[in-house]
């Protein structure tokens, strides 16, 4: 675990319509820096700039992970989480056999 790890990972849909975990400042970073200029604003830019203040020390991580999570909801790409559970994810229960 990074000292810049968050709490929590967000989980984002990219371009591509894939979900994306973000676990940690770098993340946010990386994934800000791909997002496409032409849907960049203010609320992109102040995301950007907490992520390199936490970089930096100068903001606390959880203060970078609220400023990229209300990014990602702004822009309508935040996920309540991972979307798909594989079938051998799920225990089964008592007394009947997985289908």
Do not use: Y
């Not at 979900?19 to 993340?27: L, N, Q, W």
């Not at 990602?72 to 007394?95: D, F, K, Y």
Request: aromatic share 8%; hydrophobic share 45%.
């Amino acid at each position: 675990m990074t000292a810049n790890a968050f709490s929590r990972p967000i989980f984002v849909k990219d371009e591509g319509q894939a979900v994306r975990e973000i676990a940690c400042v770098a993340d946010a970073l990386a994934f800000l820096t791909t997002w496409p200029e032409n849907r960049r604003g203010p609320i992109h830019s102040t995301a950007v700039r907490a992520c390199q203040a936490a970089r930096e020390g100068r903001l606390t991580v959880d203060g970078a992970r609220n400023a990229f999570a209300g990014f990602a909801r702004s822009v309508h790409i935040r996920e309540a989480g991972p979307v798909s559970v594989e079938p051998w994810m799920v225990t089964p229960r008592r007394g009947r056999m997985p289908i």
